[in-house]
């Protein structure tokens, strides 16, 4: 069974779009969470959504999980609650609903608080024309979410981009002179570099 998808006039297109584009990013992060070197704490920082966040995986495998919702307005002084370091840190399609003056801050603080931590993000909103009868077609018109045309050049250089993957998800259905929306998501393992 695929995530909840409330959007309203949503066709089976874009509900298993949305399901892929869910277990895309659980197995994302479930392949990222074997390479943690210890599995006590695993911390995820999203806001709202958690059906692409493979909690139950988790719960299973570290011995403590928590979840923290992030106001896209403000960051917390800590990404980690209290004074512990996370074995891993997921930031879960989050830097994008930040405000832009905040997302570097964001990306830099990733691994203050952790040995091993995933980004996720939407990295390109691409706009789509209604098709009668077919898939939407891309108009052209297209920005970048994250202040850049990849995530990996938003990687500052003290860390190291363990592993990466990317897929498209077709977000929005276009429906006649309404648009619709495809992104660009892209996923990100790092680690301090010169840590194994």
């Known amino acids: 069974m695929g995530p909840e998808v409330s959007e309203p006039n949503v066709d089976r297109e874009y509900r298993e779009g949305r399901w892929a ?3 895309r990013s659980k197995a994302y992060i479930m392949n990222a969470a074997v390479r943690a070197q210890k599995h006590r704490l695993a911390v995820l920082l999203c806001a709202g959504k958690r059906d692409d966040l493979p909690l139950a995986d988790l719960a299973k495998g570290f ?3 928590v979840v923290v919702d ?3 307005q403000e960051l917390p002084p800590r990404l980690v609650p209290g004074e512990a370091r996370a074995d891993l840190l997921v930031s879960a399609m989050l830097l994008a609903h930040l405000d832009p003056g905040l997302q570097q801050a964001h990306i830099d603080a990733l691994l203050n608080q952790a040995d091993l931590a995933v980004l996720t993000s939407e990295v390109t909103h691409h706009v789509t024309a209604y098709v009668p009868g077919g898939s939407d077609r891309e108009t052209g018109e297209s920005w970048s979410l994250i202040g850049g045309s990849t995530l990996e050049k938003r990687i500052p250089a003290s860390m190291e981009i363990a592993g990466s993957n990317s897929w498209s998800w077709p977000r929005i259905r276009a429906q006649g002179r309404k648009p619709g929306a495809r ?3 892209t996923a990100l393992s790092l680690r301090q570099r010169g840590s194994s």
């Open 21 to 23: 584009h869910a277990e």
């Open 63 to 65: 011995e403590r999980v």
């Open 70 to 72: 992030i106001n896209a």
């Open 183 to 185: 992104l660009d998501v």
